[in-house]
């Protein structure tokens, strides 16, 4: 499953995993312009606490 996919599922957990995806495969990928899209997407997530733990993910310079 896909980090959008569990987006779309919706709700705290399928947010927080899709979160891990983004972090664990942005880094390996330098940051590529799709997954700060999805950062970008989880930061605005309907559940608090993804939000904000997206928020938290600091993608480092070039950003």
């Known amino acids: 499953m896909s980090s ?6 919706g709700g705290g957990a399928a947010g927080l995993t899709a979160l891990t995806l983004v972090r664990v495969i942005g880094r390996q990928s330098g940051w590529a312009d799709v997954w700060r899209a999805e950062l970008d997407a989880l930061r605005r997530y309907d559940d608090p606490d993804t939000a904000e733990q997206a928020l938290l993910v600091d993608p480092g310079d070039g950003w």
Do not use: G, K, S
């Open 4 to 9: 959008a996919q569990l987006r779309e599922h």
